[in-house]
């Protein structure tokens, strides 16, 4: 079955450190991979999408993620967290089989402290 | 350049009454996805439409349809409202079918 695992419900981080977000995908063939960032009571926004080519990808507001076949993995990386990222990160696939759609992760949760 | 945009932003029901939604794509785009996502959750699928025929439908009760108009713009229906039908339903277009998609703000609907 499809499925797109998001481990870490919450990570708190300090102003300046760096970030990781995991995922980890379930999904017989080559995916669609995306990450989008939503702020409280607003819609999704998207950070970076990996369709095929070269496994590290440079998204928006400096993140970049990287594909990791063999791991099923397409972790979010930054070097240098501000307040401002503090929202919900969502990393999701597009399932291309049969109906195109997005498979989205249980989100995680970033705090950044000052 | 518009993005996506949906109306209205927020709405309240009663348990038992049908709700419309609507969204307007990005110009130029001919796909429109319907996704509901409940609070604490991620997005789940309801619907794809591609140049105005119904690609794909989700795990969702019939209580649920929806249309796409000439100039692409799309309605959600959903009938019957249940209390576990509150979500923020998020609209998203794209170029293609199979392509990266962009996201409106969403509409909260809240049912009581």
Known sequence: AQSVTQPDIHITVSEGASLELRCNY?????????????????????????FSGDTLVQGIKGFEAEFKRSQSSFNLRKPSVHWSDAAEYFCAVGATSGT????????????VLA | DAGVTQSPTHLI?????????????????????????????????????YEKEERGRGNFPDRFSARQFPNYSSELNVNALLLGDSALYLCASSLLVDYGYTFGSGTRLTVV
């Open chain 1, 26 to 50: 379930s999904y017989g063939a080559t995916p669609y991979l995306f990450w989008y960032v939503q702020s409280p009571g607003q819609g999704l926004q998207l950070l970076l999408k990996y």
């Open chain 1, 100 to 111: 195109y759609k997005y498979i989205f992760g249980t989100g995680t949760r970033l705090k």
């Open chain 2, 13 to 49: 029901k009663t348990r038992g009454q049908q709700v419309t939604l609507r969204c307007s794509p990005i110009s130029g785009h001919k796909s429109v996805s319907w996704y509901q996502q409940v609070l604490g959750q991620g997005p789940q699928f309801i619907f794809q439409y």
